[in-house]
């Protein structure tokens, strides 16, 4: 039997696949009457994109530099940006709660709104209210060209760091009647930010099939430049720690803190692919008296379980919903305040 290139088979034309997006039954987030792809393939070895044969890798820019130096001293609290997408106002009112509370926000992609401010736009309207912004840059949007664009702008705006994912798909969220690019996926995207001086972030999915390949494919993301990953939701600490010891050194770990603070944001948890939580988070949560107040102790017991991780060198408070940004980004600066 011969076998397509992955590229042409997978919805997100995905070259070093697969995504985060896997269903427990291998089945493709996109059309869940297909597996994916990638399944049962082997992990694809980094072997380059063409922007690297022209233009070599920009030493770190300032801000990478001191974010590098920083995460080597004292463990990091980045949060969740829970701001409404193309709200000034709203971006102004969640940084003046987070600012000073957390080393940095992760200005990243809103499953609910596909139509946001541009990356480097965002960053600037952050760091000028104090923040430091590690920036989320999704390949769904932009071809290479204007992805290139955007990391010059980042590099210029000076922010921590990067997050390169491949992102949703558009035919998932609210503007299905867009043509979606992927004309990269976040493994050459990495490249391409690294080259520009930037500390690099990415995603890893250790809940997510193939699990047994996971760590391998991480592996290929940190040939690719990858400095830092931010591990998904995967159940807890002993699962994450089997993921780090899995992986072996030479990248940073940022696990996802989950923080739920009413019935609202649990559903919102829940519908996510291949989210798994720690044993009875949610159900605990949901019977409290006080749902807020035990949403954040238990965020902020598994964070601190997180931290004593090998490997790890901060964390990642996930959390937000529509409608509750403010609060949420309270319930974000609480969290942080009692971790750090």
Request: charged share 25%; hydrophobic share 45%; aromatic share 4%.
């Amino acid at each position: 039997m011969t076998l397509l290139p992955l590229i042409d088979v997978c919805p997100k034309h995905m070259e070093y696949g697969p995504c985060g997006g896997v269903g427990f039954d291998g089945s493709c987030e996109i059309d869940p009457a297909h597996r994916c792809a990638f399944l049962h393939r082997p992990t694809v070895p980094w072997t380059g994109v063409d922007r690297e044969t022209i233009v070599p890798p920009s030493p770190r820019t300032d801000a990478a530099a001191g974010t590098l130096a920083a995460l080597g001293t004292r463990a990091w609290v980045v949060a969740d940006l829970p701001a409404r997408a193309l709200s000034v106002a709203s971006i102004d009112a969640c940084a003046a709660v987070l600012s000073g509370e957390v080393d940095a926000v992760l200005a990243g992609d809103a499953g609910s709104a596909r139509v946001q401010f541009p990356p480097a736009y965002r960053a600037h309207l952050l760091q000028r209210r104090g923040l430091r912004v590690w920036s989320g840059v999704n390949m769904r949007d932009r071809n290479r060209v204007a992805i290139e664009g955007e990391l010059e702008a980042l590099a210029v705006e000076g922010v921590a760091g990067v997050h390169c994912v491949t992102g949703d798909h558009t035919r998932k969220g609210d503007r299905p009647d867009a043509a979606a690019v992927f004309d990269l996926d976040s493994t050459e995207a990495t490249a391409l930010a690294r080259a520009a001086g930037h500390v690099v972030s990415v995603a890893a999915s250790p809940a997510a099939p193939p699990v047994e390949r996971r760590a391998a494919r991480l592996r290929e993301k940190l040939r690719a430049g990858a400095d830092v990953c931010f591990v998904n939701h995967a159940g807890g600490a002993a699962p994450v720690r089997r993921f780090i010891d899995e992986v072996g050194d030479g990248i940073r770990f940022i696990p996802c803190i989950p923080v739920v603070v009413d019935e609202a944001s649990a559903d919102l948890l829940e519908s996510f692919t291949t989210l798994v939580l720690p044993e009875g988070f949610l159900g605990r949560i949901r019977d409290a008296r006080d749902p807020r107040a035990e949403g954040i102790a238990l965020s902020v017991a598994l964070a601190e379980e997180m931290l004593a991780l090998p490997g790890v060198v901060g964390v990642n408070l996930s959390g937000g919903r529509e409608g509750a940004e403010e609060s949420f980004a309270e319930a974000l600066a609480e969290v942080a305040r009692r971790v750090r």
